[in-house]
């Protein structure tokens, strides 16, 4: 019966993504979407927790995001940029007349304004930043960013939701922390009340771009009057409203909460695959500086098992030894050879004893903020042990934990988890000052060739190689694919599944 | 009595400059800082340290310390990190839900305890009094978050009576408000009944043998006048010292109820800041807090000091 129902579930939302206009769209009503809590801030430059980009999303725009296939179009730009033959000089055309929420036009000030904010508060824009040598405003409507040296990311960083590039008036770029949520978004904010609501209605003045609609390109419709994001902080009290049918979108439900929501009132959404939960190894100091370590653990671990503790049944993970799956095109299985679905305890002890492991514990720093994280510890602890690790489990709460990951002396491994990034240079690992701090030379060598290649599908074979560099030298341990689940109102259609859903395009039906 | 009232509000002011103290250290020894958790799960150790110079906390301790007692002298409890406003404005907003719970479930389980505190100890022994005592018992063991999402099944999910959670969205009139409260307010009310039905009865039941009892009796009183104007009376004290601090316990925020039920409380405004590490605001959400239960106990004691003249401090 579950089989059947996740059937139905998985098949309803292909239909919902591939068929959105087959259905009668109705102008008006309001929706109440259940979130997992308050957002840090408003401010989507300020954060890169996903929460704050569900949300501002609808508010703010960026110059590009990103189509159903996860590749970067146009927003607030016209069209792509034109490179430079030597890929040092990006040339953005604006689309004109786009009106800010308090009725100004947007002009390239305002987008060098906010640009430069970004690269001087955003953790991702800052990123940027450091190939970044110019933003400036060649016309009323075409914008240049001038580069140190060519960098392919740029264009996936621009487009993101966290951390995010939004287009903001020139006069509020100076507001750190920001106080007007002025965007160019198809809704504006009203009114927010912390802890109770963030009400956010149409914005009259929105111009869509038009054309089909394409994941968060295209097409941006405003059926919706309203939009309220209700924090409900307590999963079990998310199962509850979404069973009662008391909101229209129910965000994050655990996993194992599958049939309930299927016996309720609402209907389940699953995202498959969501994201990956992966052990971050500490490369700079305790026992995982030492390589051979790093493999021992690689050989030790056993996924299936852990992912099976993790979220409880099959139809809610896959086995995957790849860093993208396969409906990525990142996806490759080549040099995953050394992921052992079931763990190789003997190759592993093999390695602990070449390492010449002295019996000081394996640090493992996690949380049970969330308790898939806790779950796949306990397993791997029974692992470790087994291949000849004394294993410290560190079971800390989150706050905790997002602190000291940033000290080397006090941890091995890190446990945390992430949704598939649409650009693999987002990823923390591909970064040296993330925690792990990974940064070698055959890491280097992978990740500039990576970035520095603009053509899609050289890309796609150069990330093979950063793939390669990464199994052979784990500075992470990527455990598996998980799914996530939500619930929606049967009433409401037009969302697109996704890691970070949005409500422009979604409709009532009754 | 003036004089015990000195007493009292000068040990009153040693307990809260103890609270302060004690609160600020606490929040700060404890790992986790609010410009990680604002800043987001990809942040760079260098935006975490920037932000944290920019929010003041790369400041060394007592240098934080002395400016926090120069603000609340002037009565200045800091500014909420998360939410950008005064901390007196932020405990203001969630004043509402959690005064109208406290008043809602105080009176719900003082109904219930009252009534059948006393039957259970007239009626010493029989039936009513062992499964009242039982009840009692069971209602004491059950965790409040448990109870709350059974009710929220049966009540919200089965029948569709009550919303599952929150607090009414944008214009909800008072009305709608105070029926979000109705099914955290049960919960709390049957599980403080629990405690004030034991007090009650135990308190009743050492009055009930008393000489005085008998001699009312005796000079031919109804039952009903013996019970109430003359057991009851005497056995109060020991009962409101149990309902004020309910009461206490209730206005610093039913937190795990709150929580469970989504309101926008005290208790639940408490929790949030906690797991931000929103320093000024647990900070101030605690000193009002303490403030509140020490203020309910100085109340208490004056009250003593008027049901029973003989009480000296």
Redesign the interface.
Known sequence: MKRIALAVATTAVALISTDTLAYAQTNGGII?VATI??P??LDPM????DL?GIITQHMFETLYTFDAKWGPTPLLAAALPTVSEDGMTLTIPLRTGIKFHDDSVMTAADVVASLERWIKIA??G?QAGEVITGITATDDSTVTITLSKPFAPLLALLSLN??AAIIIPAANAAQD?L?SFIGTGPYKL??R?????I?LVRFDGYQSLGGEIDGYGGARNQYLDEI?F?????P??RI??A??G?YDYVDQLPVEAFQQITD?ATEPVVLAPFGWPVFMMNTKEGLNADIRVRKAIQAALAPEDMMLAAFGSEDFFSIDAAWYPDSFSWHSEVGTEAYKPLGDTETAKALLAEAGYDGSPLRILTSRQYEFHYKMALVAQAYLEAAGFKVQLDV?????????R?DPALWDIYI?H?PFLPEPS?M?IM?D???GWWATDAKHAAVEAFNAESDPAKRAELFVEVQKVIYDEVPGYKVGNFNALAAQNPALDGVTPSPWPYFWNAYLTE | MIRSAFNRIFGMLIVMALVVTIVFVIVRV????PA?????????????ASLRQRLGLDASIPQQFLSYIGGILRGDFGQSI???MPVTD?LW??AEPTFFLTVFSLTIATLIALPVGVLSAYWRGSAFDQAATTLAMFAASIPSFWLG?IF??FF??KL?WF?????G??GASFGERMHHLVLPAVTLGLISSALITRFTRASMLDVLNDDYVRTARSKGMSEWRVVVKHALKNALIPILTVIGLTAALLISGAIVTE????L?GVG??IV?AV???DYPLIQGALLVVAGLYVLVNFIIDMLYLIVDPRVRY
Request: aromatic share 4%.
């Open positions: 109440d809590g308050e840090p801030t300020a954060s890169t927790a704050v953790t991702r800052k966290n951390a922390p106080t009203k009114e009340l912390p802890d109770q609501y009400q309220r209700v924090p409900v902080p307590d079990n009290t509850g409203a069973m009662a008391q309720g800390v709460e989150w706050a905790t934990l997002t602190t000291n940033a945390t992430s987002l923390g970064s000052t993330s925690p | 404890t790992p986790g800082d990680a958790v604002m800043l987001g799960p990809d942040a760079t150790a260098a935006d975490i998360f939410l950008n932020a907003q969630r999402l929220m099944q919200a999910v569709g919303d599952t959670s929150g607090y969205g944008p929580t469970v039920f989504g926008p639940s405004l949030s797991l931000r590490r």
